[in-house]
């Protein structure tokens, strides 16, 4: 079986919103080993919906529809449908009852206008919505489509998501009789030609139903291996031996062989070792400590970030000498030590990283251009002693991607300094 995503609605071609929603359908259907062939992305127009109805159900056995299906006049969806199909519409009661329920808790009226809401397509399987209003529909589009299915779904991303994994991945699984498994292999500090080299005589060897992408990110780049099957033990064993292949040549760089971020990475490094940690931070203003403690349990590691921006901050917070920052200036090697090491002392930490740099987009130098980033990571030694190193970086784009890229590179010094410590 093959699929399509069609997402519906203005605000996503003309870039309000970003399409989340055809990304969370392919990983799920790639669960019950069904593979997305196309994602659309169409107009409110019932005409332009029509075409794309009739387009992707030609080729695909199952079409995934969401957006469209909401009161106002901008959700054509269902209407685009009964014209394809030629078929009416169906009280579904369930659905009028929740509607009821729903707006007696916000202590709303309930109008008959509302009852449209409630009316799916004749011959449809109703999807119940547990998050909002509309239904959602499962509905055999007959021999003229070889009866392939259209699946219709809200477009808000909390309402779509209950759906599929309620309703339609579990109808869809008995039909697919195949299976897919992808395994990400997140790596850091290495780039995507270089990377490739490394694995070429693994990528060369590649078994016929398993195939690898590469992942750019700000990082470096990350790999997808997958691999499809009707045996779910040979698929899941193929694909484990290409993962390990991989992981054998370019470990080094590797963080993890699942969707982790960084930042999760090595809060459960240190959550596991028993250590602490804390940061310094200049140009990024807080984005690696906001980054750590995004990540739940971090309270367990995370005593606390110092945001010292100005150099009177520095040397109030951190111990930074004057003498440095004015033989050095902030943007150095000898103050990003200063900055990790006071912090270190300061905090009472196990380990403790340091950020000053230059985002932009002005306030460079020849010798110090925006994009330097000058980085320290100071930890504790077992006897006691402190040791405090620092490294220079150059990366490159508008402030925020400049700051994104800093507390990038801060939490790879992190994970490299950890994995050096007894």
């Given at each position: 079986?093959?699929?399509?995503?069609?997402?519906i609605?203005?605000?996503?071609?003309?870039?309000?919103?970003v399409?989340?929603?055809?990304?969370?359908?392919?990983?799920?259907?790639?669960?019950?080993?069904?593979?997305?062939?196309?994602?659309?992305?169409?107009?409110?127009?019932?005409?332009?919906?029509?075409?794309?109805?009739?387009?992707?159900?030609?080729?695909?056995?199952?079409?995934?529809?969401t957006g469209?299906?909401?009161?106002?006049r901008?959700?054509r969806?269902?209407?685009?449908?009964?014209d394809?199909?030629?078929r009416?519409?169906?009280?579904?009661?369930?659905?009028?009852?929740?509607?009821e329920?729903?707006?007696?808790?916000?202590?709303?009226e309930?109008?008959g206008?509302?009852?449209?809401?409630?009316?799916?397509i004749?011959?449809?399987?109703?999807?119940?919505?547990?998050?909002?209003t509309?239904?959602?529909?499962?509905?055999?589009?007959?021999?003229r489509?070889?009866?392939?299915?259209?699946?219709?779904?809200?477009?808000?991303?909390?309402?779509?998501?209950?759906?599929?994994?309620?309703?339609?991945?579990?109808w869809?699984?008995?039909?697919?009789?195949?299976?897919i498994?992808?395994?990400?292999?997140?790596?850091?500090?290495?780039?995507?030609?270089?990377?490739?080299?490394?694995?070429?005589?693994?990528?060369?060897?590649?078994?016929?139903?398993?195939?690898?992408?590469?992942?750019?990110?700000?990082?470096?780049?990350?790999?997808?291996?997958?691999?499809?099957?009707?045996?779910?033990?040979?698929?899941?064993?193929?694909?484990?031996?290409?993962?390990?292949?991989?992981?054998?040549?370019?470990?080094?760089?590797?963080?993890?062989?699942?969707?982790?971020?960084?930042?999760?990475?090595?809060?459960?490094?240190?959550?596991?070792r028993?250590?602490?940690?804390?940061?310094a931070?200049?140009c990024?203003?807080?984005?690696?400590?906001?980054r750590?403690?995004?990540?739940?349990?971090?309270?367990?590691?995370?005593?606390?970030g110092?945001?010292?921006?100005?150099?009177?901050?520095?040397?109030a917070?951190?111990?930074?000498?004057?003498?440095?920052?004015?033989a050095?200036?902030?943007?150095?090697?000898?103050?990003?030590?200063?900055?990790?090491?006071?912090?270190?002392?300061?905090?009472?930490?196990?380990?403790?990283?340091?950020?000053?740099?230059?985002?932009?987009?002005?306030?460079?130098?020849?010798?110090?251009?925006?994009?330097?980033?000058?980085l320290?990571?100071?930890?504790?030694?077992?006897?006691?002693?402190?040791r405090?190193?620092?490294?220079?970086?150059?990366?490159?784009?508008?402030?925020k991607?400049?700051?994104?890229?800093?507390?990038e590179?801060?939490?790879?010094a992190?994970l490299?300094?950890l994995?050096?410590?007894?």
């Amino acid at each position: 079986m093959k699929a399509d995503i069609i997402s519906i609605g203005d605000e996503l071609l003309k870039g309000h919103r970003v399409n989340t929603n055809a990304p969370f359908i392919a990983r799920a259907l790639g669960t019950i080993g069904i593979p997305v062939e196309r994602i659309v992305t169409c107009s409110d127009d019932t005409e332009s919906i029509w075409h794309a109805l009739v387009s992707s159900l030609r080729d695909a056995d199952i079409v995934l529809v969401t957006g469209g299906l909401g009161p106002t006049r901008d959700d054509r969806t269902r209407k685009a449908v009964q014209d394809l199909l030629g078929r009416g519409l169906s009280f579904y009661p369930d659905a009028w009852e929740r509607i009821e329920e729903l707006f007696r808790r916000r202590g709303r009226e309930v109008t008959g206008e509302m009852r449209d809401q409630a009316m799916v397509i004749e011959g449809s399987v109703p999807v119940p919505n547990t998050k909002g209003t509309a239904p959602g529909m499962i509905i055999d589009c007959g021999e003229r489509f070889g009866n392939h299915h259209l699946v219709l779904m809200p477009g808000v991303p909390v309402e779509m998501e209950a759906m599929m994994t309620r309703t339609v991945i579990p109808w869809f699984a008995p039909m697919s009789g195949a299976f897919i498994r992808h395994t990400p292999i997140m790596t850091m500090g290495i780039g995507e030609s270089m990377l490739a080299k490394m694995i070429e005589e693994v990528e060369d060897a590649m078994p016929e139903h398993t195939t690898l992408s590469y992942l750019p990110h700000a990082a470096g780049v990350s790999l997808m291996v997958s691999t499809s099957g009707r045996d779910r033990e040979a698929v899941d064993a193929e694909n484990g031996r290409v993962v390990d292949s991989i992981v054998a040549k370019a470990g080094a760089y590797v963080y993890a062989t699942s969707e982790a971020s960084l930042e999760e990475v090595v809060v459960r490094q240190l959550l596991e070792r028993g250590l602490r940690v804390a940061a310094a931070e200049s140009c990024t203003g807080g984005l690696v400590s906001s980054r750590l403690t995004d990540v739940p349990g971090a309270s367990g590691c995370f005593l606390q970030g110092a945001v010292t921006y100005s150099n009177a901050a520095k040397e109030a917070l951190l111990d930074v000498s004057r003498a440095t920052l004015e033989a050095y200036g902030a943007v150095s090697e000898p103050v990003a030590i200063e900055m990790a090491r006071g912090c270190l002392l300061r905090s009472g930490a196990d380990i403790a990283v340091a950020t000053t740099g230059i985002a932009g987009p002005d306030g460079g130098s020849a010798e110090k251009p925006v994009g330097t980033l000058w980085l320290a990571v100071a930890a504790k030694l077992p006897d006691g002693s402190v040791r405090a190193e620092a490294a220079i970086q150059q990366h490159f784009g508008d402030r925020k991607q400049i700051k994104a890229r800093f507390s990038e590179a801060a939490l790879r010094a992190l994970l490299e300094r950890l994995r050096d410590m007894p």
